[in-house]
């Protein structure tokens, strides 16, 4: 399914709020740009929740919001690690658990599951999607009471390849 696709469906639905469009996020190194499925997102809203109210809720943050998740997280920017540097905060669950989109030129896109426990720790830190785009559909189209990432797929759940894996 495709951004503009899902964010009117999303429209549609009394469980969903889309917000009106606002600004793009904006990048803070040199080395780092907006995948092409996250502008066209921030083209299309200003930020989003899905699923209000449910098990599996999920606030897509404002653009003013999508900032580098490493001071936020680990409370220092660790600029020494690529990959965690690169990693912006673009979505957050009830529970207050962070998302994160990679905003490098060469993985950019990908997201991770950015638990505090997992981010930035090599071994841990899962990346729940290969692109933006192929997270969203996946929130959006995956049924359970669980966030997709978290449900279980057979006995030993969901298994996801590291951050720190070669793609």
């Known amino acids: 399914m495709d951004i503009a696709e899902l964010l009117e469906r999303a429209r549609l639905r009394t469980d969903c709020e889309v917000l009106p469009p606002t600004s793009l996020p904006r990048v803070q190194r040199g080395d780092e740009r907006l995948p092409d499925s996250v502008r066209e997102f921030y083209e299309g809203c200003g930020g989003a929740v899905l699923f209000v109210g449910q098990a599996r809720e999920l606030t897509l943050l404002p653009p003013d919001e999508v900032v580098p998740a490493n001071p936020i997280i680990v409370g220092d920017p660790g600029e020494a690690d690529a990959v965690s540097r690169a990693a912006y905060l673009i979505a957050r669950t009830p529970g207050g658990d962070h998302l994160s989109v990679d905003l490098s030129a ?8 950015s638990f505090d426990e997992f981010h930035g720790v090599v071994g841990s830190w ?23 990432w978290l449900g279980e797929s057979g006995p030993e759940g ?8 070669e793609m």
Not at 106 to 113: K, L, T
């Open 106 to 113: 060469s993985r950019g896109g990908r997201v991770y599951d």
């Open 126 to 148: 899962p990346v729940i999607a290969a692109s933006f785009e192929a997270f969203l559909t996946a929130v959006w189209e995956t049924p359970g009471a669980l966030p997709y």
């Open 158 to 165: 969901r298994v996801f390849s590291d951050a720190y894996d």
